[in-house]
């Protein structure tokens, strides 16, 4: 019957698309230009079913820059619940360096053009952490000339640590961020030198070239 099939249709739907950006996330993080039909090749799917699904190669880039900022979303906002602003904020950038949220986002800066919602995103995700870096400021226990900004430079930093095991790569990012995280802490460092980022200087890297 046509009412039974439809969900099992619907079911298949989702198990490709959970594989393509799957495979998307391993093809263009080796090479940002690859064509989309080496995502369909390493998905195990028809070219013609991949379009039905992104119609072109910027749909599916922006979809999984968009998928990334959504988990950074809810990582920050699991972390406003944390009551300890600390333990908030350095759990928060754990969460998110195990995510490998940026590893992506960072290589596929500028090859589409964001979305209203990923805008609108955008914002929230900024709101939630500069909520997270007040609040540790707050406990007395984030060091007084970090800002917000700091923490998308120190997400990066961890995302650029890549090596073939996947394993090794994780134990070698939490190794990292945590001497980036002492870094954070009050007490024992001098100032820091030169100015942080500024709001939205980074921005401009998303604008398609």
């Not at 992104?54 to 619940?81: F, M, N, Q, W």
């Not at 007490?187 to 921005?203: F, K, V």
Request: aromatic residues 4%.
């Amino acid at each position: 019957m046509p009412e039974t099939a439809l969900p099992g249709r619907r079911g298949q739907a989702a198990r490709n698309d959970v594989v393509i950006l799957d495979a998307a996330r391993q093809v263009f993080l080796v090479d940002p230009k690859a064509p989309i039909s080496h995502v369909a090749e390493r998905a195990g799917v028809g070219i013609s079913a991949l379009y039905r699904r992104y119609p072109s190669k910027e749909v599916l880039l922006c979809r999984l820059c968009h998928d990334g900022l959504r988990t950074y979303i809810r990582e920050a906002e699991a972390a406003a619940e944390e009551p300890d602003g600390w333990a908030a904020l350095t759990g928060f950038l754990g969460r998110v360096v195990d995510a490998d949220v940026h590893s992506l986002t960072v290589h596929l800066a500028g090859t589409f053009t964001p979305t209203p919602d990923m805008g609108e995103d955008a914002r929230r995700a900024n709101e939630l952490t500069r909520d997270l870096v007040e609040r540790a400021r707050e406990t007395g226990r984030l060091r007084r000339d970090a800002v917000a900004e700091d923490l998308g430079m120190v997400l990066e930093c961890c995302a650029a640590i890549r090596v073939e095991d996947q394993e090794r790569t994780t134990q070698l990012r939490r190794r990292y961020l945590a001497l980036l995280v002492e870094g954070l802490a009050a007490g024992g460092a001098p100032d820091l030198p030169g100015p942080p980022p500024r709001p939205g200087e980074m921005n401009g890297r998303w604008r398609p070239s």
